[in-house]
């Protein structure tokens, strides 16, 4: 079994920036892809960010693109999501998910979930 912790979640107001760190440990592997998803309330998990083990060739939903950074430190088994530039409708609870088995974009090809940690947007 692998486990991630997140943290880094809160309230900020629009325009700010918020760092969004997941641990992994157990039988976690650095040649995992890791993701960030993200659910609305009343919406459907969104995609948001992957990045591979190697930490190059990151990719990104369009709507964050441009504003959110997903990097990786292997040696601490953790994934990163630099939040910059938020908007209201970045209000959701965000996931971090590892062990792709399918394509990056959708949920179900991941194998293992975070808790999940609340970011909240202001305006």
């Known amino acids: 079994q692998v486990q991630l912790v997140e943290s880094g979640g809160g309230v900020v107001q629009a325009g700010g920036s918020l760092r969004h760190p997941c641990a992994a440990s157990g039988r976690f592997l650095s040649t995992y892809e890791m993701g960030w998803f993200r659910q609305a309330p009343g919406k459907e998990l969104e995609f948001v960010a992957a990045?591979?083990?190697?930490?190059?060739?990151?990719y990104y939903a369009d709507s964050v693109k441009g504003r959110f950074t997903i990097s990786r430190d292997n040696a601490k088994s953790t994934v990163f999501l630099q939040m910059n530039s938020l908007k209201p409708e970045d209000t959701a609870v965000y996931y971090c998910a590892t062990d792709r088995r399918g394509p990056a974009r959708q949920s179900t090809s991941y194998a293992y979930w975070g808790q999940g940690t609340q970011v909240t947007v202001s305006s």
């Open positions: 990045i591979g083990w190697s930490g190059t060739n990151p």
